[in-house]
């Protein structure tokens, strides 16, 4: 057995729901490990340091991002936040697979690094759909919805660049096309020049 | 909507149980079609027609096999077995997810012909597991079973010309990982080459 870990991407736009799913796809796949971000922003109540993020200081977020070790990296406002290639690459080495749940932006760096990673792409039922559920969470004004339903316009363009399309209409349903794509990659037979190993 | 279907052909050595995967398959997703192949074999009792096999006589197989009706067909002893092309083509045309169970010979001839098809192979835990199954239904001869895992270590070289490898070890297990395969499929972003067209 001398089988390289399989790197998976969930993502899609923003308020799609991409978080609850991979939640619940890691309660059924328990083997699978989740990469942590890191990033400059403080924790918030009931976040645990190396778990929910690495919290780290800017100056050390520079020093990582000189030196090329973010997988992926974007400042949202005045924070920053990255994936350190360190961890996904050692456990995939060691013949882990390793789910990433990141914006579309990330997704898309990661695929010019790991383009023989598996890239799901969650989206809305409509664009439409997605204002409401933003809506109903409460956080945004309408000038923002709107700014967020033009992105997502925007950003649904990027789905041709992945995988797979699992549509978030319902999440049980959605749950089990992920979970599915995860066992079925795991049965397939990768040629040599996908860059991954079969076991 | 313009979906063209999806063609998923399941194979592997004799007496590997993919029969019994397909119909435990079956009972999960409803919505797929299976091919019924022609024979010229004299129907079993409790075999219908047109469900279990089209029984013909040889002189339609023949017919048939000269217009190029055939997606894959074979001789075994003196009887003739055959997929008819027109109910597999109309089916993929219509939108409609087609179910092929055949040996490896035919699946090759399939691959052939359909290479955009989902080519999943089942194999035996061990061909030492295998030679133990055939025994235990007792309807072999010793000599015979030995042809038959000479023949078994043969067909396994084929697996790498297909696009999944699902070993048939535990039932359950095989059976989750094959519907899975098919759930993830018709999540499958397929690009413009691969001659599929998506939803």
Redesign the interface.
């Known amino acids: 057995m001398n089988r390289t870990g399989i790197l998976f991407v969930i993502s899609g736009p923003s308020g799609v729901g991409k978080g609850t799913v991979k939640d619940a796809v890691l309660k059924r796949l328990t083997d699978i490990k989740v990469s942590v971000s890191a990033t400059t922003r403080p924790p918030r109540v009931g976040e645990t340091d190396g778990q929910d993020y690495y919290f780290i200081d800017t100056e050390k977020f520079q020093a990582m991002l000189e030196q090329g070790e973010f997988l992926e990296w974007a400042q949202v406002y005045n924070n920053m936040y990255g994936t350190p290639q360190s961890f996904v690459s050692n456990k995939l080495a060691d013949g882990s697979d390793v789910l990433l749940e990141i914006d579309i932006q990330g997704a898309m760096q990661v695929k010019e690094k790991m383009p023989q990673g598996v890239f ?2 969650i989206e809305p039922p409509s664009i439409e759909e997605l204002a409401q559920r933003i809506c109903k969470r409460g956080t945004d004004s309408e000038e923002s919805i709107k700014r967020r339903m033009a992105a997502c316009r925007e950003e649904m363009e990027h ?2 660049y ?5 549509t978030n209409d319902d999440l049980q349903e959605a749950v ?2 992920v ?3 995860i ?3 795991r ?3 990768r040629k040599n020049n996908e860059g991954v190993i ?1 076991s």
Chains 1, 2 share one sequence.
């Open positions: 799901i792409f789905s041709r992945y995988d797979y399309l699992v089990v096309k979970y599915s794509i066992v079925a990659e049965c397939r037979i079969g």
